[in-house]
């Protein structure tokens, strides 16, 4: 029965190929579309007439079961070419996926720490909360400083060093907060030109460093401006009706205020309350 | 091969979110040395003057003003009637200069300086502008 169907497909495709019906390219195409089929539904008869016709050689192997085989030998050969080359993809992706994992793991657990920690990392990733504050100054009226008369009670930081005595001999009349016995000076500077005086203190406790820097325009009719960049916000304590903008950054934090003719900046390597707490010596401090 | 891409985008995902993490490493503190600086200006009738100042955060090996400028608004633009290039003082924290033009009745002015500090190879820069004047 096989053997009549063989000779039924081979006098169909003679026929077809007489008649020009079909051409060889056709039987190409035939075999083709048989052995991409799942093996259960593949026509083996098919397959080997269609081989007959398009590899004489194959035609003088002659015996069904040799077809046979080397139809599936085909078949297998095609089917282990496809998974060659979908494993040989995932084998190279495994290692490099796996490493970007370890990575986005660690990446994602160093976040979480530095959050923990306090460190706003997404404001210096993304520049959130960039702030460049501009504190302007503007004095109309000249200050005689030569005539002006110290408060009595003036103590500048109430420590009776170097810095205070510096704040005398320049006459800087301004209200500063009182420093805790624990800071001592390390050292002192100061610089004038024009209408500008810079007078700097520097002082530590034990690890903790604070500068205290105070500038002074001593000239009437001035317009000028401090340009006070920042890499995160600002908070804004008032004490007696005077702002001062306390400002966060990674290794230290800062208070800056106006009170013409003086802009001073106080801060160092503290942590914020214990900064709150230096400004809350001063009168009408109550910042928390 | 969908899986494959599925999961390449969650990784991708995954690293943005964490980059922050590094962040700190990565992104310098731009006011590391530099505490403050300002530029000022002020007239005695027609005498424009621009007065500059710098302080650091620590004794820095040198610090100063790499320029200063008086410009004088001429129509829609300024035009620099007045510099001074690379005035600095080494181991110090403050630092202040002053420079005058004899300018014109009238004419309104501005300054520009250019603030520079630097210690143990580390260094920072500024610039910034002053409000105008007018001279009278």
Redesign the interface.
């Known amino acids: 029965m096989r053997r009549k169907r063989m000779a039924d497909y081979h006098i169909w495709l003679v026929q077809m190929l007489h008649k020009d019906i079909l051409t060889k390219e056709d039987v190409g195409q035939i075999l083709d579309s048989q052995l991409n089929l799942p093996e259960k539904e593949m026509d083996v008869d098919l397959i080997e007439e269609c081989m007959q016709f398009l590899y004489p050689e194959y035609k003088r192997g002659g015996v069904d079961a040799k077809a046979q085989e080397f139809v599936m030998k085909l078949v297998e050969q095609d089917a282990n070419q496809n998974k060659n080359i979908s494993g040989h ?2 084998s190279r ?1 495994r290692p490099a ?1 796996l490493l ?2 370890i ?9 979480a ?2 959050y923990a920690l306090g ?1 706003p ?2 404001n ?3 520049h959130w909360g960039d702030e460049q504050v501009r504190i ?1 100054i503007d004095v109309q009226s000249p200050m005689n400083t030569s005539e002006s008369i110290l408060p009595q009670q003036y103590q500048g930081v109430g420590k009776g060093d170097a810095f205070d005595e510096k704040l005398k001999e320049l006459q800087f009349d301004l209200t500063l907060p009182r420093l805790p016995d624990r800071y001592s000076l390390s ?1 002192v ?12 203190g ?1 002082y530590k406790a034990g690890e903790t460093e604070l ?1 205290i ?1 105070i ?1 002074k ?1 001593t ?13 995160s916000g600002y908070e804004v304590m008032t004490i007696s009706g005077t702002s001062y903008y306390l400002f966060m ?4 934090v800062e208070v800056v205020w106006v009170s013409p003719p003086y ?1 001073v ?1 106080i ?1 160092g390597n503290l942590d914020r309350q214990e900064l709150v707490n230096l400004f809350n010596t001063m009168d009408g401090g109550e910042n928390r | ?1 969908k899986k ?1 891409l599925i ?2 985008v969650l ?2 995902v ?2 943005c ?8 490493e990565f ?1 310098p ?3 590391t040395l530099i ?9 005695s009738g027609t005498t424009i ?1 621009a ?3 710098i ?1 650091t ?3 820095a090996d040198e610090l100063g003003f790499s320029y200063i400028r008086i410009q004088e608004q001429r129509g829609a633009s300024w035009v620099t009637v007045k510099s001074v290039t690379d005035k600095y ?1 080494l181991n ?7 420079i005058s033009y004899a300018g014109t009745a009238g004419n309104v002015y501005r300054a520009m300086a250019g603030f520079y500090a630097e210690d143990a190879g580390e260094s920072d820069s ?1 610039s ?6 007018t001279a009278n």
Do not use: P
Request: hydrophobic share 45%.
């Open positions: 993809m995932h992706l996926m970007l994992l990575l986005a793991g660690v990446m994602l657990l160093g976040m720490i530095a460190y990392i997404w210096y990733a993304f302007e050292n500077d100061s610089s004038t030109g024009g209408m500008i005086t810079n007078l700097l520097f500068h820097s500038q325009v000239d009437a009719n001035v317009m000028g401006s401090l340009a006070v960049e920042k890499e950054n990674i290794d230290y802009i900046q801060g | 091969m494959t999961s390449l990784c991708l995954c690293i979110f964490a980059t922050g993490a590094f962040a700190i992104r503190n731009a006011s505490m403050s600086c300002g530029v000022y200006i002020s007239n003057t007065d500059t100042s302080a955060r620590i004794t003082k110090g924290s403050t630092y202040t200069y002053s500024r910034g502008t002053s409000s105008t004047i």
